[in-house]
T-cell receptor, first 115, second 111 residues
Framework: DAGVIQSPRHEVTEMGQEVTLRCKPISGHNSLFWYRQTMMRGLELLIYFNNNVPIDDSGMPEDRFSAKMPNASFSTLKIQPSEPRDSAVYFC?????????????FGPGTRLLVL | DAKTTQPPSMDCAEGRAANLPCNHSTISGNEYVYWYRQIHSQGPQYIIHGLKNNETNEMASLIITEDRKSSTLILPHATLRDTAVYYCIALPPSNDYKLSFGAGTTVTVRA
């Protein structure tokens, strides 16, 4: 299996620009997670989808962030407009289901730098 | 979710067992102890989890004290590829999808 695939791996943009991060979960996995990791705040869950439906978006920082999962094999996280404080590593993870103790498999991450 | 405390760093000799402690003195009865690790520039990787019994898989063993206030992750034969930051977290089953890592323990395996 190819694992969780994320693109791009690195993104440098200027403040105010729109940023779109992409994720392809492991085939057959029904749950998808978007996380953000920074030195200051560690790893934080942004949003969790189960069967393409957002279940928990309490971690989404503000209206500038939005996430979609149009089908079982693709998800996007969009930041519009981007700000320097959005600079972080963004991880996508998937699991077979969102149920208890289901192992989450992480992608390699997208390193975002907003200037 | 219970707070966990880990030492900031530790060294280990290649081929030797690495014992990583974690304190979770406020853990609730239904909270599981999870261990993940993150190798530099990679995404987090699940290692093992347990409730109160000791657990073992192909990667590691997890020893949880009888009072569940602390646990130890054991890497039986550390290799250079085990150099990573190791995170111990405690989560209830109802909320165990919400992973949140703090500083963790930076483990350096030396040849």
């Amino acid at each position: 299996d190819a694992g969780v695939i994320q693109s791009p791996r690195h993104e440098v943009t200027e403040m105010g620009q729109e940023v779109t991060l992409r994720c392809k979960p492991i085939s057959g996995h029904n749950s998808l997670f978007w996380y953000r990791q920074t030195m200051m705040r560690g790893l934080e869950l942004l949003i969790y989808f189960n069967n393409n439906v957002p279940i928990d978006d309490s971690g989404m920082p503000e209206d500038r962030f939005s996430a979609k999962m149009p089908n079982a094999s693709f998800s996007t996280l969009k930041i519009q407009p981007s700000e320097p404080r959005d600079s972080a590593v963004y991880f996508c993870a998937s699991s077979r289901s969102g149920g208890p103790m289901e192992t989450q498999y992480f992608g390699p991450g997208t390193r975002l730098l907003v200037l | 979710d219970a707070k966990t405390t880990q030492p900031p760093s530790m060294d280990c000799a290649e081929g030797r067992a690495a014992n990583l402690p974690c304190n979770h003195s406020t853990i609730s009865g239904n909270e599981y102890v999870y261990w993940y690790r993150q190798i530099h520039s990679q995404g987090p990787q699940y290692i093992i989890h347990g409730l109160k019994n000791n657990e073992t898989n192909e990667m590691a063993s997890l020893i949880i004290t009888e009072d569940r206030k602390s646990s130890t992750l054991i890497l039986p034969h550390a290799t250079l590829r085990d150099t990573a930051v190791y995170y111990c977290i405690a989560l209830p089953p109802s909320n165990d999808y919400k992973l949140s890592f703090g500083a963790g323990t930076t483990v350096t395996v030396r040849a």
